[in-house]
């Protein structure tokens, strides 16, 4: 069952982030934390007055491998998927001239394995908070149309994405 916790309706001002849960119980700490990410997020790339918003579902496992065997062919969990709704450059041209969308729109949707998000946080030896606030900056620059597949952009992305969460203080070494 999807639920929501913050609902973008007419305005992106207030509301520039949906979350939902499917199939997982709502935790409003969850929420809190993407809130605190996503905003700083939105401020350093300049989205903050182009009136739009980031759809976030945080799910199982068995959800988040079944939607990457629908949209991406690839049989197995995986801890994010994202799905932008812009190419990097037509964003790139909206967010330089700083043109408001005309109604709010949807920046792309980004899912969360929380059980994964769990397993990873024990494997690397951080909090569970630090490996949430890493997937979620994460698939937010997947959005913006950043990638790691060649090593240039990769660190282009990693600096953006370490920035972000050292700017909130959920660094490497806050367990």
Same mark, same amino acid.
């Given at each position: 069952?999807?639920?929501?916790?913050?609902?973008?309706?007419?305005?992106?001002?207030?509301?520039?982030?949906?979350v939902?849960?499917?199939?997982?119980?709502?935790?409003?700490?969850?929420?809190?934390?993407?809130?605190?990410?996503?905003?700083?997020?939105?401020?350093?790339?300049?989205?903050?007055?182009?009136?739009?918003?980031?759809?976030?579902?945080?799910?199982?496992? =068995?959800?988040?491998?079944?939607i990457?065997?629908?949209?991406?062919?690839i049989?197995?969990?995986?801890?994010?998927?994202?799905?932008?709704?812009?190419?990097?450059e037509?964003?790139?041209?909206?967010?330089?001239?700083?043109?408001?969308?005309?109604?709010c729109?949807?920046?792309?949707d980004?899912?969360?394995?929380?059980?994964?998000?769990?397993?990873? =946080?024990?494997?690397?030896?951080?909090?569970?908070?630090?490996?949430? =606030?890493?997937m979620?900056?994460?698939?937010?620059?997947?959005?913006?149309?950043?990638?790691?597949?060649?090593?240039?952009?990769?660190?282009?992305?990693? =600096?953006?994405?370490?920035?972000?969460?050292?700017?909130?203080?959920?660094?490497?070494?806050?367990?």
């Amino acid at each position: 069952m999807e639920k929501t916790l913050n609902s973008s309706s007419n305005s992106c001002k207030k509301n520039f982030l949906e979350v939902n849960f499917l199939d997982i119980q709502e935790n409003e700490e969850y929420v809190k934390l993407a809130e605190s990410v996503l905003e700083l997020a939105f401020k350093e790339e300049k989205l903050d007055k182009i009136n739009i918003y980031i759809n976030i579902i945080l799910t199982n496992e =068995a959800n988040i491998k079944n939607i990457n065997n629908t949209y991406r062919n690839i049989n197995r969990e995986t801890d994010v998927l994202s799905f932008p709704m812009f190419e990097k450059e037509e964003l790139q041209t909206i967010i330089h001239n700083k043109k408001q969308l005309p109604v709010c729109e949807v920046l792309g949707d980004i899912i969360i394995s929380i059980p994964k998000v769990e397993k990873q =946080a024990k494997e690397y030896g951080h909090s569970f908070n630090r490996e949430l =606030a890493y997937m979620i900056i994460h698939g937010f620059y997947h959005l913006m149309g950043y990638d790691h597949i060649k090593e240039e952009e990769k660190k282009e992305m990693r =600096a953006k994405e370490e920035s972000i969460l050292n700017s909130i203080n959920i660094t490497r070494n806050n367990i």
